[in-house]
């Protein structure tokens, strides 16, 4: 979870849009359901103190709550992906296919969240889906990096098991 918690901290001094999905998302894959979910709301927090205190999000009703929603929905991801279906933790295909579900489950929950309160925040406007790709994109590509590193993880513990067992 350090690891996850350093790399969510970091991606808040790099992105002004955090990667909510994919930490939340790998997560809960990898975690148990209370430390997925306590890890997605220090992630979370981190990016609304970077957001307000940095950033120089505006002080408003209307900016609290995109950032409460966005808590809402990281919060629902992680407890989502924690699901860990039988067949998840019995090999690595089982493995790899919940996480792809976790993070296209998790990103449909966390947009789909973000979609419904958008004509109503925004002045009645909505939200192109081109962007809403890109953003899938970028979470893609994070939940990617995560779970190759998660993957090495495993891997390397698996070789140390393997090496005092010899």
Known sequence: P???????TASNVIYAHTPLVAFAAMGGVALNRRRAITL??????????TGFGFRGYPLSPTAFTWGALMGIGTLLVAAFASIQPRGSQSSWAGHC???GIAVLGGFVLYQGLILLAYPLIADGHFMAWDIVAKLFMKEAVWAGAIALGHGIGLWRQLSQLRCLQS
């Open 2 to 8: 350090f690891a996850l918690l350093t790399l969510g």
């Open 40 to 49: 997605a709301l220090l992630i979370w927090l981190v990016n609304q103190a």
């Open 97 to 99: 296919l919940w996480m």
